[in-house]
């Protein structure tokens, strides 16, 4: 079983920044790439970013891209993602998920090729 612990969230205001963290535990977590997704109000669960096993590759949705960054701490088995210049349609819970395949160099960016979520974190940005 894989655990996966999401932390950073908050409240920011438009233009600031936040990082957020996830903690996984379980399995290798060097061997599995990793995701982020997020889900606003009334919305459908959406993909923000990936990074590969290796941390060689990422790949983000158009809507982040130049704005975020995902990264991995293999040693301390955690990924993050860093936001900047946030917007209010930034505003979601954010999950990370672990893909189900190891040593994969494919990303992918629908919910059903990730094979555990945390929880999630709350990211809310006023404007």
């Known amino acids: 079983q894989v655990q996966l612990v999401e932390s950073g969230g908050g409240l920011v205001q438009a233009g600031d920044s936040l990082r957020l963290s996830c903690a996984a535990s379980g399995r290798t977590f060097s061997s599995y790439a990793m995701g982020w997704f997020r889900q606003a109000p009334e919305k459908e669960r959406e993909f923000v970013a990936a990074?590969?096993?290796?941390?060689?590759?990422?790949y983000y949705a158009d809507s982040v891209k130049g704005r975020f960054t995902i990264s991995r701490a293999n040693a301390k088995n955690t990924v993050y993602l860093q936001m900047n210049s946030l917007k209010p349609e930034d505003t979601a819970v954010y999950y990370c998920?672990?893909?189900?395949?190891?040593?994969?160099?494919?990303?992918?960016?629908?919910?059903?090729?990730?094979?555990?979520w945390g929880q999630g974190t709350q990211v809310t940005v006023s404007s």
């Open positions: 990074i590969s096993w290796s941390g060689h590759i990422t």
């Open positions: 998920a672990a893909g189900i395949a190891p040593f994969s160099n494919t990303l992918y960016n629908k919910r059903h090729e990730y094979a555990y």
